[in-house]
């Protein structure tokens, strides 16, 4: 395994990015933080600028403002980097697919790692589908 | 001396939105500030045109995650308003216990935000680790932690359970006592005295002409308070007060909430103990042509709904005015004069909700006009004219 990718899987920095969306896929994030799930035990760690972070986590419908700003922002994280779609929004645009504002999917304009499905999903599914990405990467690198 | 203008976002820590402040300072005073936002608009106004009544209430759910009762709250009684129809008793009584449920996870998750905002990251998870209880109450009561879908024209979708009653009523008082620890903390505590007390104070006379709605405008002096001054649901059968302070900061602001937390708990409680019995449901049939009106005391603030039906199965407009969109420009009078440092909590004070407020203005600028359907018909009619001329047909 490269160098990069082991430090990148032992302590996942995460970044939180919202295009368009109801809040709840965000406020379910924050939620991860908290007492009661506390993902900063397995060393993760929400931070607030993109250049510290290894994991994008996606939320939204992805509308015509802040596409334009989430792909610069892609642009400006440091590779290589996990991006993991939280959410109905995110993965199909849910209830949003017939919006004006609202053109295309995420993975359009971002290749997306993981999915995490629900609306919004549950602080578990969320912890356990960036588990479940750690998993996959280690293992892929692992067969090299 | 010389003004610097400080963009802030959309993409920041400060908030899980993205939006964007730009703060134009001189030294550390704001002295002006403009709030751009748009980044979360997704045109549900006009989507909820194209879905029938029912269908329209999962999707004013998703206006926000914080307030997925009160938007279809506010809908449903504006579509009761068309008819006009009323409500059965039970019914009333579970949208109560729910909105209110509602309003004491969005008091918490804001003080929770609060907190850290201002650097003090304890109050922060405190607050959002008694969150976590009340979404269990939520979840017990609903099947859902957020999203509760519990709500359609007519009535409500699911009912309470007597068995779950007893288990629910035995959470909330545990949250009580874990809730009284967490006001003396926050209100007795000298740091947060010192970071919010008299920053960015909203006089009531400002509360007043701005509109300010909500907990923002209760922390002014103004007693306004639409389940006291217009009920609705069961606000006129049980016990409670309304939290009014006077001085209007930051600090009142967060009394106004935290105070207003166990009012929630004591309507809840007595809704459940009093629960009538009978239907949940009126079975609304069809809808006749017509508008209707529906608003609710949302945990930010009035919360008004606009539908107009024209007898299909589809609303023809339906409009949205949520609590944020009168708040906001409260900033002109609270953030001006203030220090940067104290701007963020300021901003945050209102609790603001974006993703309720973003909507849409075609704007007529010079270089393009925007056209009307009379316009469109006589551009078309002297176009088939000039067609005409041409070809020689008469
Ligand atoms: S997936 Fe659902 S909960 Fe998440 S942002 Fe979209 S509408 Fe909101």
Known sequence: MSIKLKALLKSPWVFHLSTGSCNNCDIEILDCLTPRFDIERFGMLLVGSIKHADVL???????????????????????????????????????????????????????????????????????????????????????? | MEKTIIPIGPYHPLQEEPEFFLLTVEGEKVVDIDVHIGYNHRGIEK?????????????????????????????????????????????????????????????????????????????????????????????????????????????????????????????????????????????????????????????????????????????????RDLRKDSPYGAYDKVEWDMIVTHNGDVFDKVVVRVLETFESIKIIKNCLLNLPGGEIDANIKDIPPGEGIGFIEAPRGECFHYVKSDGTNRPVRHKVRAPTFMNLPTYKATVIGEDISDATIILAAIDPCYCCTERMTVCNTKRKKIYNGKDLIKLSREKTEILRNKMGVK
């Open chain 2, 47 to 223: 989507l909820s045109e194209t879905k029938t009544f029912d269908q329209s209430t999962f999707l004013i759910e998703r206006i926000c995650g914080i307030c997925s009762t009160s938007h279809p709250f506010a809908y449903t009684r504006a579509v009761e308003d068309i008819i006009p129809i009323e409500v059965p008793e039970r019914a009333k009584y579970i949208r109560t216990i729910i909105a209110e449920g509602e309003r004491i996870h969005s008091h918490l998750l804001w003080l929770g935000l609060a907190g850290h905002f201002l650097g003090y990251n304890t109050v922060y998870m405190w607050a959002w680790k008694l969150r976590e209880e009340i979404l269990d109450v939520m979840e017990i009561l609903t099947g859902n932690r957020n999203n509760y879908a519990m709500f359609k024209p007519g009535g409500v979708r699911r009912d309470i359970k007597s068995e779950d009653i007893p288990v629910v009523i035995k959470k909330i008082d545990s949250i009580v006592s874990t809730l009284e620890m967490l006001k003396k903390a926050v209100i007795d505590d000298p740091v947060l005295h010192a970071r919010t007390k008299g920053i960015g104070i909203l006089s009531k006379e400002d509360a007043i002409n701005y509109c300010a709605l909500g907990p923002t405008a209760r922390a002014s002096g103004v007693a």
């Open chain 1, 57 to 144: 986590l996606i939320t939204g419908s992805g509308n015509r403002k802040s596409m334009e700003r989430a792909k610069r922002l892609y642009e400006q994280i440091p590779k290589p980097c996990l991006v993991v779609a939280v959410g109905e929004c995110a993965l199909s645009r849910g209830m949003f697919i017939h919006s004006y504002n609202c053109p295309v999917p995420i993975d359009k304009v971002i290749p997306v790692d993981v999915y995490i499905p629900g609306c919004p999903p549950k602080p578990e599914a969320i912890i356990a589908g960036v588990v479940k990405l750690i998993e996959k990467v280690r293992k892929s690198t692992e067969k090299k």
